[in-house]
């Protein structure tokens, strides 16, 4: 499925940031750098998620340096 990424401007309207697309990821560098999110997302079809918990992705970047490297890059 398909779902919008959002937030909203000072005047209270949506600003949108992008669609997402099956295997686009959404919420990583929140997971790492401990700050709540500032967007939202709406699913705008029948999607299927999957929930990475924060210390999984701390364990996979301590094994794998390169991974922090990559999200900073945005591949």
Do not use: C, K, M, W
């Amino acid at each position: 499925g398909s779902a919008l990424l959002y937030l909203f401007g000072t005047n209270g309207r949506r600003l949108l940031l992008d669609i997402l697309r099956p295997g686009d990821l959404i919420g990583e560098t929140f997971a790492f750098d401990g700050r709540p999110a500032t967007v939202s997302v709406e699913a705008r079809s029948t999607l299927v998620t999957q929930l990475v918990p924060t210390h999984r992705l701390t364990d996979l970047s301590v094994r794998f340096p390169q991974l922090q490297l990559a999200l900073a890059r945005g591949t």
